[in-house]
């Protein structure tokens, strides 16, 4: 069962990065820092002081960042890759009674492939609204997704199976909300 439930915390973490790079990393290091989350003995670093403040800062400043019009676009373009990178790196932390082999490969499937499919898609509804709105709903898009990566990352913490769930259910709503943006987009 243990194990079990550090992949959905590191599924879930890996899908709150899809939303927002630093954002689930800081949660992490938040949570290890506190006793809350055992971490993989190589990364016992996330919760250290300094770390929690770097990822701590870089929270912050990349969700302002994404309520900047256009700034925003300029962010996923770089964001997507490192998306992909932040989900497997807090899938490895996550996992530590895996062979290394057996850990590497959850944590860029699972972890990384959640991550990258979430911030893509994200992206795609960003994209959108630019052309859609001439970027006018974009900050209100940027909230939206900087809310579900500390409401996920919080939730998975919590109660890493529901974590999952809810970030199943953000990609399909994510999914279904890009393909109504597209037809709405052609019928203009």
Known sequence: MELFLSICLGVGLAASAGFRVFVPLFALSLAAHFGIIPL???????GSTSA???LGVASVVE???YLIPFVDNILDAAAVPLAGVAGTLVMVSTLSDFSPAMTWALAIVAGGGAAATIKTTSAATRAVSSAT??????PVIGAAETGAAIGL??????LPVLGVAVATGLLVLLIWLVV?????AKTW
């Open 180 to 184: 109504k943006a597209k037809k709405r």
């Open 52 to 54: 929690l403040v770097i």
């Open 63 to 65: 969700s302002l960042a």
């Open 153 to 158: 990352s919080a939730l998975t913490i919590a």
């Open 40 to 46: 993989a003995e190589d990364w016992q670093w996330v």
């Open 133 to 138: 709105t001439a970027g006018m709903a974009n």
